[in-house]
Nanobody, 120 residues
């Protein structure tokens, strides 16, 4: 059993900052890519940023220069530092992790989502 637990969402004014955390736990042998996605009402879920276990990152153009993804591999935790937030960043943010379990099964796991609301 694997769980991803997110925290750090909330309500913030435009121009403010938030830091999201995502901790993976359970029957984990290894984690490759961890990422953050977001989904606004009526829209599809889009990639925000992701990072491999080796440290390679990719970031959506809409958040480049404002959002930074990082990881603590020893703690199986990913972070998303969000600065200069805009109302259009309002969405439910989901953490994902590509995990190989001790039974050698590989699967993409998802967190429950955390709401980020940016007021103008």
């Amino acid at each position: 059993q694997v769980q991803l637990v997110e925290s750090g969402g909330g309500l913030v004014q435009a121009g403010g900052s938030l830091r999201l955390s995502c901790k993976a736990s359970g029957s984990i042998f290894s984690i490759n890519t961890m990422g953050w996605y977001r989904q606004a009402p009526g829209k599809q879920r889009d990639l925000v940023a992701q990072m491999t276990s080796g440290g390679s990152t990719s970031t959506a153009n809409s958040v480049k220069g404002r959002f930074t993804i990082s990881r603590d591999n020893a703690e199986n935790t990913a972070y998303l530092q969000m600065n200069s937030l805009k109302p259009e960043d309002t969405a439910v943010y989901y953490c994902s992790a590509d995990i190989e379990t001790f039974s050698r099964r590989r699967f993409r796991y998802w967190g429950q989502g955390t709401q980020v609301t940016v007021s103008s």
